[in-house]
């Protein structure tokens, strides 16, 4: 971790030494701006039992820019697209550098609790979304066996 900023490694520190409920972060062992993430689906949504990987970059400019986060692991969601990108608000207009790396993954653990149709990023999520809730939430469901759920 030499040649860290001391936030990054106090950060990083924290993270694995007082862990938050549901998630892992650890630092890649060749970059430690390198994160490998789980997050288990939250209780009583539609992603209960997955272990959805991520992987959260911290950019040179991190505090004052926000960690690049994505899923790795195929999810059905309307506010993660195809290719894993998150449309959360913090990770992009509201950003503060009073945020920290726990508190993106919180609230990313929090966008699968409470899915938003009206903010998409995958368009035809939302759509089914909204046309038939329940419908889609099957789908999210039989995705989290079929991608994040080992057997």
């Given at each position: 971790?030499?040649?860290?900023?001391?936030?990054i490694?106090?950060?990083?520190?924290?993270?694995?030494?007082?862990?938050?409920?549901?998630?892992?972060?650890?630092?890649?062992?060749?970059?430690?701006?390198?994160?490998?993430?789980?997050?288990?689906g939250?209780?009583?949504?539609?992603?209960?039992n997955?272990?959805?990987?991520?992987?959260?970059f911290?950019?040179?400019?991190?505090?004052?820019?926000?960690?690049?986060?994505r899923?790795?692991?195929?999810?059905?969601?309307?506010?993660?697209?195809?290719?894993?990108?998150?449309?959360?608000?913090?990770?992009?207009?509201?950003?503060?550098?009073?945020?920290?790396?726990?508190?993106?993954?919180?609230s990313?653990?929090?966008?699968?609790s409470?899915?938003?149709?009206?903010?998409?990023?995958?368009?035809?999520?939302?759509?089914?979304?909204k046309?038939?809730?329940?419908?889609?939430?099957?789908?999210?469901?039989?995705w989290?066996?079929?991608?994040?759920?080992?057997?």
């Amino acid at each position: 971790m030499a040649g860290l900023p001391r936030r990054i490694i106090k950060e990083t520190q924290r993270l694995v030494s007082d862990p938050v409920p549901g998630i892992t972060a650890c630092p890649d062992e060749s970059n430690a701006r390198y994160f490998h993430v789980h997050v288990i689906g939250p209780k009583d949504s539609p992603y209960e039992n997955g272990d959805f990987k991520l992987e959260l970059f911290l950019p040179e400019e991190y505090p004052m820019a926000p960690p690049k986060v994505r899923f790795v692991t195929k999810i059905y969601h309307p506010n993660i697209d195809k290719v894993g990108r998150i449309c959360l608000d913090i990770l992009k207009d509201k950003w503060s550098p009073a945020l920290q790396i726990r508190t993106v993954l919180l609230s990313i653990q929090a966008l699968l609790s409470a899915p938003n149709p009206d903010d998409p990023l995958a368009n035809d999520v939302a759509e089914e979304w909204k046309k038939d809730e329940n419908s889609a939430i099957r789908k999210a469901k039989e995705w989290t066996r079929k991608y994040a759920v080992s057997s």
